[in-house]
């Protein structure tokens, strides 16, 4: 959960809580009973739906540092039965091309690495007859491309995740409308008992007051990457809209910069966007234009990587 809904689900709680203990006021409200269960039911949704988001997230997180540490040990291995082959049959241009060492692979940014041990994996594949006895199988190889496809797939999904966190986040703003509405409906019946219900009345509207707990105000950041070196691109022009035409209303400060360039990092930030799904686009001389889509929810941090080719 986002921290705006964090604040919305305490005070519903607490509401539902101090509703609870005054039955017996509540009791004689018209389909107050109705409106009440779908609160309380709701409640345990979002807590079920909270424990799924969280698991989503640190799944996929675990599931790509595990694939990415066995693609690097087993593309080290190739490596070093590799060079031993080139230094032994005097191959220089097969020696420069493989020639990487363990920090090499690990301090590489993901679509490097990815590109590095497709380049290994392609010459030891040309040279496996030849290799035969230095350990490097056909079997092997296979592997090892199985290791970078599975790789590579990791690394959109995480993207994916970042900015939707799975479908439990959508289950979740589902959730939240639902206790929105049905709030609502308890409102008006706890006016009936404004005049003679005083002190009950008064405490509900306290406790039915939702206390922001100071989320974040950074809605998305953006990070364009050079497709090649994965390094930060500075001064990338970018613009960002509502996608599909959705009238979501943007920030202030988003409606005054709606074109931003990035730092010397290649990272631009937006503020306080509204939830919704919107679309970005980079521009650069000397790189093609990207354009991507992204999806916001208010309160959460949202990155968003664009690699970009050069023209």
């Not at 988001?53 to 590799?82: C, H, V």
């Not at 990815?114 to 010459?123: A, F, L, R």
């Not at 939707?164 to 008992?193: C, P, Q, R, Y």
Request: with cysteine.
């Amino acid at each position: 959960m986002n921290n705006k809904q964090e604040s919305y689900e305490k005070m519903s709680v607490a509401s539902a809580s101090y509703l609870s203990a005054n039955a017996t006021i509540t009791a004689g409200l018209p389909n107050f009973s109705t409106y009440y269960n779908i609160i309380v039911t709701t409640h345990g949704q979002i807590q079920v739906a909270q424990v799924q988001q969280e698991a989503d997230k640190s799944g996929n997180t675990n599931n790509k540092k595990q694939l990415k540490a066995t693609l690097i040990t087993d593309t080290s291995d190739i490596i070093r039965k590799t060079v031993a082959f080139a230094m032994n049959t005097n191959n220089t241009a097969l020696f420069t091309l493989v020639n990487y060492s363990d920090s090499d692979l690990t301090k590489a940014s993901d679509t490097k690495l990815i590109g590095i041990c497709q380049v290994v994996h392609d010459k030891a594949n040309a040279n496996v007859i030849a290799m035969e006895s230095y350990g490097v199988t056909a079997a092997l190889i296979t592997t090892l491309q199985d290791e970078i496809t599975d790789f590579s797939n990791a690394i959109p999904k995480g993207r994916v995740d970042k900015a939707d966190s799975g479908g439990a986040t959508k289950l979740l703003v589902t959730l939240f409308k639902t206790l929105v509405t049905n709030w609502a409906k308890i409102d008006t019946l706890v006016e009936m008992v404004k005049v003679t219900q005083p002190v009950f009345y008064n405490e509900y509207i306290s406790v039915r007051t939702v206390i922001d707990t100071g989320a974040s105000s950074l809605s998305l950041k953006i990070k364009a990457q050079d497709a090649e070196s994965g390094e930060g691109i500075a001064n990338v022009s970018l613009s960002i809209s509502p996608a599909n035409g959705q009238m979501k209303a943007m920030s202030v400060q988003s409606k005054k910069a709606d074109v931003k360039k990035t730092a010397s990092g290649g990272s631009a930030h937006y503020k306080s966007l509204a939830d919704g799904d919107y679309v970005v686009t980079a521009t650069k001389p000397g790189f093609k234009d990207v354009t991507a889509t992204i999806s916001v929810v208010n309160g959460e941090s949202t990155v968003l990587e664009i690699p970009m080719e050069k023209a």
